[in-house]
């Protein structure tokens, strides 16, 4: 007998469904409002029962020095939040503290795995807070402990350019390792225990960051590259890795990176991540809110369910539960600190 909708829905909201990247804050809209504009806000996170959401911060544009202020200006920033790039990311940080404190209990920061269990029971959404890029730090180590008291909980030390710190994955770029910056931010991160996103670091900084004994890695958002699509996608060897260190990889649906614009090739990526990374090791990681497009029939989130429909007809119902998020709450209980 076919799903229906309603059915689907029924497993979202018994199920812990995740996604690694958003990139709502930077457009200021209100997450407590529903809104037609953009993929994601609070209303149409719960509607659509996702529990765990991973909000992340960006500071910095490409290609045009000046664009991400000319951005932020755009979208109704204040001064004082658009000076520079350690303003820009608290106060992103500070408006998602301030949309959870509106949400009336339904939405925290979440910085523990204890608080994450407790989120669950009581029927919360999670969110997660990540940085795109440890240039927001502006080339101060000591920032790093000081992001994680404020309830950061993981970074890419590159995002869509080079950085202080090492080599960005965007092509053209030269696939520069870490530099000694970047060595002292990895060695901060694994210190206080901040996660590494590796999904816009080039394939030398990668090689480094995968070098570091204990750093807790991860990418939040990606394609993969032995299922054809985009310039940054991760190779099988490095899924194997991240993998072989409990990390999971958040399967990207931009088909700029998908090579096809379908959800079959969302599909297609997840496969692959499984065949090669195992069924613990594969997680959703949409990029909402990134600028980019997503596959056709995904207008926002709350056309998740249709991706779900498909991977259901392909696969059993306990597998599904685990792509779709439960390899998230595994990564995060273990991650997110005590």
Not at 1 to 17: F, G
Not at 255 to 264: K, N, Q, S, T
Not at 277 to 299: F, N, T
Request: glycine share 10%; charged share 25%.
């Amino acid at each position: 007998m076919a799903l229906t909708t309603r059915d689907v829905l029924e497993l979202h909201k018994r199920w812990c469904i995740a996604d690694g990247h958003a990139d709502s804050l930077m457009w200021n809209r209100d997450l407590c409002e529903r809104s037609d504009e953009g993929h994601v806000d609070f209303p149409r996170l719960l509607e659509v029962g996702v529990k765990l959401q991973c909000f992340t911060v960006v500071t910095r544009g490409f290609p045009f020095i000046g664009g991400f202020e000319a951005f932020a200006t755009l979208r109704g920033w204040p001064r004082e939040a658009r000076a520079n790039e350690w303003t820009r990311a608290l106060w992103q940080v500070d408006r998602l503290a301030e949309f959870c404190r509106r949400s009336n209990e339904q939405v925290r920061i979440t910085t523990t795995g204890k608080a994450l269990e407790e989120n669950l029971a009581e029927g919360r959404l999670s969110a997660v807070i990540g940085i795109e890029g440890a240039h927001a730090i502006e080339g101060r180590v000591e920032r790093v402990a000081e992001l994680y008291q404020r309830g950061v909980r993981f970074m890419g030390l590159t995002h869509l350019s080079n950085n202080e710190a090492g080599g960005s994955s965007f092509p053209l770029m030269g696939n520069r390792p870490l530099s000694p910056l970047g060595q002292a931010v990895l060695e901060e991160m694994a210190r206080v225990g901040m996660s590494v996103d590796v999904a816009h670091a080039s394939e030398r900084t990668l090689e480094d960051i995968l070098a570091h004994p204990t750093a807790r890695i991860f990418s939040s958002h990606t394609g993969v590259r032995g299922a054809g699509g985009g310039w940054r996608n991760l190779s099988d060897e490095v899924l194997r890795r991240i993998a072989d260190r409990g990390g999971v990889v958040g399967i990207i649906f931009a088909p700029v990176y998908l090579g096809g614009d379908a959800i079959d090739d969302v599909v297609r990526h997840i496969e692959h991540a499984l065949n090669v990374m195992g069924e613990a090791g594969v997680g959703l990681g949409s990029d909402y809110d990134g600028m980019v497009a997503m596959p056709k029939g995904i207008r926002d989130v709350t056309d998740l369910p249709k991706l779900t429909e498909v991977l259901l007809r392909r696969h059993p119902e306990a597998l599904v539960e685990r792509i779709l998020g439960d390899n998230f709450r595994r990564y995060f209980r273990e991650t997110l600190g005590a």
